[in-house]
Structure formats: C-alpha cells, structure tokens
C-alpha cells in the first residue's frame, strides 16, 4: 500500500533551468514532509523539509510547495546544475505513525550541461 | 566524521545463515530507525528505536528479524536464516528526539548496509 506516490521515475532538464518534482499522497493524517537526495551506493541525505501549516518553505535554490486540499507536494530546484544529479525521495510521516517515514520511489534526476 | 555509521557496507550470506547489520548513530543522536530498499522500490519503515527501547517495529517481519539498541554499543539488525528475498540494502538513520519541534523527523542516514543472499 503506497502511501505516498512518486509518478515520474526519471527526469532531464538543462543545466541552468528549473527543476520540479512531484509528489501525492494519500494519508491525510500525514502532517510532515521531507525531501531527501540520494547518490548511488550512499544513504539519503536530508534536503528540504514543510509541516502542514505551511505551504511553502524555501531553502536557497530548494523550494517545497504543499497543497494539502490536493495531498500534492512539489520541489523545486532553480538554477538546475550538474551536481543535482540524483535521485530524490519524497517521505511524509504523520503525528500517530510513531515517527516512522513513508517514502516515494524516487524520481531519477539527470541535469545536462 | 560525526555521521551516522553502518557496517558492513556489504555482507553475502548464504540461505540459511544469520546476518548482522551494525550501526552507530551520530553523536548526540539517541533515535535510531531501520529501513530496507528493495531494488527499483523507496525506502520501506522496519523499526524504531531508543537506548533499550523498541518503540515501533510495526515494519518488521514477524519472523527471523530483530533489532536491539543496547545501552553501550551500536544498533543490530539481525536477519537469522536469511532468504533470498532478503536481499537490499539496509538503511539506519538517527534523530536526536526530544521535545520542540519535529526536530525528530529530520532523520540522518547511514551509507547502508548492502546485504547479498545466494
């Protein structure tokens, strides 16, 4: 049971221009979000994170949108570089859930020069 | 390097032999929590932990898995009589927890550990 949902598993975009992944859930108790990057062979790393009562948080060239009336989150990344190049998870988690993440598939990031 | 630690990064069991995951979390963290990657799949949730505690294990198999966070020591993931189906990499993250905030839902990982059954 996916809970949350991860539809594109790849993307390409130009160095230099903006990047945007999604995200849907599912589980309207979920009241926390989470982005994370992921290199091969290595654990995820924390990028950007929004609780519920916001639907926007900013962190330099990151930017998290929620639209919880559509249980859809989005990340931005502009500018787009090489470096980016990843794959990144989307995860929720809700206050009954005993603080336990629920991950996407990931969408796969190529970002060309 | 103050991350957290996971050892070994790769392990190949046999079927039917024990595997033990390690992992050391960062400094100062006293959450620790076991997910498990399956190929082309997200990160799924095994367990929770604190300092000899398990708070959830609601992502464990019933059978042949375990997890301890002693007092001294690393976290264990145990996978006794492993199965092919075993098979994927092991994450563990750490959380300082604690009050104020949802601090403890920024959880750190680990590289993983790569666990290979033949």
């Known amino acids: 049971d996916q809970q949350v949902k991860q539809n594109s598993p790849s993307l390409s975009v130009q160095e230099g221009r903006i990047s945007i992944l999604n995200c849907d859930y599912t589980?309207?108790?979920?009241?926390?979000f989470l982005w994370y990057k992921k290199y091969p062979a290595e654990g995820p790393t924390f990028l950007i994170s929004?609780?519920?009562?916001?639907d926007k948080n900013e962190d330099g060239r990151f930017t998290v949108f929620l639209n919880k009336s559509a249980k859809h989150l989005s990340l931005h990344i502009v500018p787009s570089q090489p470096g980016d190049s990843a794959v990144y998870f989307c995860?929720?988690?809700?206050?009954?859930?005993?603080?336990?993440?629920?991950f996407g598939k990931g969408t796969s990031l190529l970002v060309t020069p | 390097n103050a991350g957290v630690m996971q050892n070994p990064r790769h392990l190949v069991r046999r079927r039917g032999q024990e595997a033990r995951l390690r992992c050391s979390p960062m400094?100062?963290?006293?959450?620790v929590y076991w997910y498990r990657q399956l190929p082309e799949e997200g990160l799924k949730f095994m367990v929770y932990l604190q300092k000899e505690n398990i708070i959830d294990e609601s992502g464990m198999p019933k059978e042949r898995f375990s997890a301890e966070f002693p007092k001294e020591g690393p976290s264990i993931l145990r996978i006794q009589q492993v199965v092919r189906g075993d098979s994927a990499a092991y994450f563990c993250a750490s959380s300082p927890g604690g009050t104020g905030g949802r601090s403890y839902n920024e959880q750190f990982f680990g590289p993983g550990t790569r666990l290979t059954v033949l």
């Open positions: 400094k100062g963290h006293s959450h």
């Open positions: 929004i609780s519920s009562i916001k």
């Open positions: 589980n309207s108790m979920f009241d926390y």
């Open positions: 995860a929720a988690s809700a206050p009954n859930s005993g603080y336990a993440l629920n």
